[in-house]
Nanobody, 126 residues
Framework: VQLQASGGGLVQAGGSLKLSCVVS????????MGWFRQASGKEREFVAG?????????????VQGRFTISRDTISRDNAKTVVYLQMNSLKPEDTAVYFC???????????????WGQGTQVTVSS
C-alpha cells in the first residue's frame, strides 16, 4: 500500500486548504483512513478518521467543525482511492506536517495505523 499526500502550503489565519492523499496498492477491504499531524517539537496527533463507507467519522476536538474528511474512489477496482482533508478557518496552531494513513477495519481514533504517507507541510500565518 502506498500513500502520497499533497496540498499543503502557506495560508493566512482564517483561510482554507484542501489536502489530498492518493492511496494505491492492495488497500484493505473496508479500510480505515486517517489524517494525523505533527507540529515541531510535539508528538504526532490524530486529526480525523473515517471508515470506508463514511458511516463513521471522528475528529479531534481541536478541529471539530472546521475540518472535513472525505474519500473518493478513482479506479473501478478500488485499487486507488483519494482521501481528502478540507481545512477551513485555519489557525496558527494548525501549523504542522500532516500525514495520511490507513489501517484494517476497527478503531478509528488510535495511533495504530499500519501504512503512512510522507507528510505535507501546512503553515498558517497570523
Amino acid at each position: 500500500v502506498q500513500l502520497q499526500a499533497s496540498g499543503g502550503g502557506l495560508v493566512q489565519a482564517g483561510g482554507s486548504l484542501k489536502l489530498s492523499c492518493v492511496v494505491s496498492g492492495r488497500i484493505f477491504s473496508n479500510a480505515i483512513m486517517g489524517w494525523f499531524r505533527q507540529a515541531s517539537g510535539k508528538e504526532r496527533e490524530f486529526v480525523a478518521g473515517m471508515n470506508w463507507s463514511g458511516g463513521r467519522i471522528f475528529y479531534s476536538d481541536s478541529v471539530q467543525g472546521r475540518f472535513t474528511i472525505s474519500r473518493d474512489t478513482i479506479s473501478r477496482d478500488n485499487a486507488k482511492t483519494v482521501v481528502y482533508l478540507q481545512m477551513n478557518s485555519l489557525k496558527p496552531e494548525d501549523t504542522a506536517v500532516y500525514f495520511c494513513a490507513t489501517k484494517r477495519p476497527g478503531l478509528i481514533v488510535t495511533s495504530e495505523y499500519l501504512y503512512w504517507g510522507q507528510g505535507t507541510q501546512v503553515t498558517v500565518s497570523s
